[in-house]
C-alpha cells in the first residue's frame, strides 16, 4: 500500500509539472476540466499503477472526447501505450501533449526513452536535449542522453553525460562506463 501510494504522489506530481511547466502565465491555458473527467483521469492514472493498461487507455480516451485540449490525458495514455510495447503510438501522444504544452518536460522525456527502446538515438538525444533545457537538473536526461550517445559510439558525449548524471547524484552510467574502461580520463 505504501508503495502504491508513493507512486500515485510521484504520478501526481508529474501531471502537475506537465499542468505547470510553463515560461509565463500567458502561455499557460488552464485545461477544460469536468467532475467526470476528473475522476476518468485519476482513475486511468490508478489502473496504469495495477498495469490494466487497456483499461486505462480506456479511460484516457474518455477524458479526451471530453477536452480534446487534456495534456495529462495525453501523457498518461502514452505512458500506457508505452508500457505495453506500443512505442509509435506512445510518441504520438507525448507529440501532442507537447504541442499543446510545450514545456512539458515529462513528455519530452518519456518520448525520448520511447525514440531510445526503438533504436532511434538521434531523436532520443533531441528529446533528452530539450528536457535539459528546460529542467537543467532533470538527472535521468542526462543519464540516458548519455546511454544514447554510447549506442551511437560517442563515448566522450557518453562520458560527459554520465559524469553530469553523476554530479546531479546518479552515478550508475557513469560506474559501469568505467568498469568498461570507456570513462577512465
Given at each position: 500500500?505504501?508503495?502504491?501510494?508513493?507512486?500515485?504522489?510521484?504520478?501526481?506530481?508529474?501531471?502537475?509539472?506537465?499542468?505547470?511547466?510553463?515560461?509565463?502565465?500567458?502561455?499557460?491555458?488552464?485545461?477544460?476540466?469536468?467532475?467526470?473527467?476528473?475522476k476518468l483521469l485519476n482513475r486511468g492514472i490508478a489502473r496504469i499503477?495495477?498495469?490494466?493498461?487497456?483499461?486505462?487507455?480506456?479511460?484516457?480516451?474518455?477524458?479526451?472526447?471530453?477536452?480534446?485540449?487534456?495534456?495529462?490525458?495525453?501523457?498518461?495514455?502514452?505512458?500506457?501505450?508505452?508500457?505495453?510495447?506500443y512505442y509509435d503510438k506512445a510518441i504520438a501522444d507525448y507529440t501532442?501533449?507537447?504541442?499543446?504544452?510545450?514545456?512539458?518536460?515529462?513528455?519530452?522525456?518519456?518520448?525520448?526513452?520511447?525514440?531510445?527502446?526503438?533504436?532511434?538515438?538521434?531523436?532520443?538525444?533531441?528529446?533528452?536535449?530539450k528536457t535539459v533545457e528546460i529542467d537543467p537538473v532533470h538527472v535521468?536526461?542526462?543519464?540516458?542522453?548519455?546511454?544514447?550517445?554510447?549506442?551511437?559510439?560517442?563515448?566522450?558525449?557518453?562520458?560527459?553525460?554520465?559524469?553530469?548524471?553523476?554530479?546531479?547524484?546518479?552515478?550508475?552510467?557513469?560506474?559501469?562506463?568505467?568498469?568498461?574502461?570507456?570513462?577512465?580520463?
Amino acid at each position: 500500500m505504501k508503495i502504491r501510494i508513493t507512486v500515485l504522489t510521484f504520478t501526481l506530481a508529474a501531471t502537475l509539472l506537465v499542468l505547470c511547466s510553463c515560461s509565463s502565465k500567458q502561455d499557460f491555458k488552464p485545461p477544460l476540466r469536468t467532475v467526470a473527467a476528473e475522476k476518468l483521469l485519476n482513475r486511468g492514472i490508478a489502473r496504469i499503477e495495477d498495469h490494466e493498461f487497456d483499461r486505462a487507455i480506456d479511460d484516457f480516451n474518455r477524458v479526451l472526447k471530453i477536452n480534446p485540449q487534456n495534456v495529462t490525458a495525453y501523457y498518461h495514455r502514452g505512458l500506457a501505450y508505452d508500457r505495453k510495447g506500443y512505442y509509435d503510438k506512445a510518441i504520438a501522444d507525448y507529440t501532442k501533449a507537447i504541442q499543446i504544452n510545450p514545456r512539458a518536460t515529462i513528455a519530452y522525456y518519456h518520448r525520448g526513452l520511447a525514440w531510445g527502446q526503438k533504436g532511434n538515438y538521434d531523436n532520443a538525444i533531441a528529446d533528452f536535449t530539450k528536457t535539459v533545457e528546460i529542467d537543467p537538473v532533470h538527472v535521468l536526461a542526462y543519464h540516458y542522453r548519455g546511454t544514447a550517445w554510447y549506442y551511437k559510439g560517442d563515448y566522450d558525449r557518453t562520458c560527459s553525460d554520465f559524469q553530469k548524471s553523476c554530479e546531479l547524484g546518479y552515478c550508475k552510467g557513469l560506474d559501469w562506463a568505467r568498469k568498461k574502461g570507456i570513462c577512465n580520463k
